[in-house]
């Protein structure tokens, strides 16, 4: 498993991103590690896209 390290600023506009998708964390995680197509709409699917 890699880890990167992301500066504070960065790190801060995921957090402000992830409050939008108003999905917990580690819910999120498991549709996306999942590829769950049913648990993520357009709209959430184009924030995690942004976040890239």
């Not at 992830?18 to 999905?23: D, F």
């Not at 049913?38 to 942004?50: F, G, Y």
């Amino acid at each position: 498993m890699n880890f990167f390290q992301i500066d504070h600023r960065r790190a801060y506009n995921c957090e402000i991103m992830l409050s939008k998708v108003k999905i917990p964390l580690h819910e999120l995680m498991d549709y996306v590690l999942a590829l769950d197509e049913s648990a993520l709409d357009a709209d959430h699917v184009e924030k995690l896209i942004k976040l890239s």
